[in-house]
């Protein structure tokens, strides 16, 4: 297939100048104008030709040019703001007269039903190659973390897109989001977003885009990584308690690991039961959390829901509505000896 010839078409920036398309700080946007920079980032995402693709958050049309230019067979928009709607529907047109497709859809990614956006026709067995299925995003960083979340639990269930295979991924986090994305064991940044990212996906941190490449310029450099959802997971579990295990880990990362998990029982049997998941999963309760391995946790998890088993009724308890009990009895305590000295 040839690069569709395009119409003539006013610069992203002569666009933006033109509608008044000011950045929006509520919205934590900032836009990328340079189109070398645009085609440099989705060259990285994959050969598009002949595609399904999925741009979210689109905004003035950067990266959607450059899609554009790869000649993807369809191409699917999904942008919060309307404000965008006209630059939006000249570039759904100038596609059209190149014979090309392109929806666009007004509303929230975190909301929006992504189950039915692409063909059946294009679905792959998961153990198969990726199917012909790309998401891609410049996202605004409030957004960022827990979109990737929500998408690494679909991934996990293999829902949405993904139930027509391992469809690939090409964003862009905060330079410290993608370093700590795909942060390995033993390095500084790691944390919980490393594993749950690690635990169902491969991602891979192409080049970091300086702030100054932005407009506005934002206060931090940007990373973009793609994830490619793996053949075999490196955990069995299911998201929910692989991510809660994670988390308790990683709540007090400076410390053993033991004392983040200790937080998973209540303080009646903390001691016991923690260092019983590190026996079972034949782990030192003196391991930093940033030392863990996915595989590491899987094991604990594994020690956890055995301990479960044995005893359902810890499942119920939560260690952060505990401590706001407690905070709450220490205030009222501080009310009444107020009172009584009054």
Same mark, same amino acid.
């Given at each position: ?50 595609? =399904? ?5 689109? %905004? #003035?049309?950067? +990266?959607? &040019? ?7 067979? !369809? ?77 690494? =639990? ?5 829902? %949405? #897109?993904?139930? +027509?295979? &391992? ?7 905060? !330079? ?167």
């Amino acid at each position: 297939m040839t690069v569709p010839r395009l119409p003539p078409l006013p610069t992203i920036k002569d666009v933006v100048k033109l509608y008044k398309l000011n950045a929006m700080k509520q919205l934590s946007q900032n836009f990328i104008l340079n189109e070398n920079l645009t085609d440099k980032i989705i060259k990285k995402a994959g050969v598009l030709t002949g595609s =399904h693709v999925l741009e979210v958050g689109p %905004g #003035p049309g950067g +990266l959607t &040019r450059s899609i554009i230019r790869q000649c993807p067979e !369809k191409l699917i928009v999904i942008e919060k703001d309307k404000r965008f709607k006209p630059i939006l529907q000249m570039l759904a047109d100038a596609f059209a007269d190149s014979n090309g497709k392109m929806d666009i859809i007004y509303d929230d990614i975190m909301t929006v039903n992504m189950e039915n956006l692409f063909p059946t026709t294009e679905a792959k067995a998961w153990e198969d190659k990726s199917p012909k299925i790309y998401i891609i995003g410049n996202l605004p960083f409030n957004v960022s973390t827990p979109l990737i979340i929500k998408w690494l =639990h679909a991934i996990s269930e293999k829902r %949405g #897109p993904w139930a +027509l295979g &391992r469809v690939r991924m090409t964003l862009t986090f905060q !330079k410290e989001v993608a370093e700590r994305l795909v942060a390995e064991a033993t390095d500084s940044q790691r944390c919980r977003l490393s594993l749950m990212a690690q635990a169902w996906t491969r991602p891979v941190l192409h080049f970091i885009i300086p702030g100054t490449a932005f407009v506005p310029k934002p206060d931090v450099d940007v990373g973009l990584v793609t994830f490619v959802p793996l053949a075999v997971p490196r955990t069995k579990h299911e998201f929910n308690i692989f991510e809660k295990i994670s988390r308790h880990i990683f709540s007090f990362r400076q410390k053993y690991s033991i004392r983040g998990l200790a937080t998973l029982f209540p303080l009646e049997c903390r001691s016991e039961l923690s260092q019983m998941m590190f026996k079972l999963s034949d782990l030192d309760p003196q391991r930093r959390p940033m030392s863990l391995t996915v595989e590491d946790v899987d094991k604990l998890t594994s020690a956890y829901k055995y301990l479960l088993e044995k005893h359902p009724e810890i499942g119920l308890y939560d260690y952060r509505a505990s401590k706001r009990l407690l905070s709450l009895n220490k205030a009222k305590d501080i009310e009444i000896t107020s009172y009584d000295v009054l």
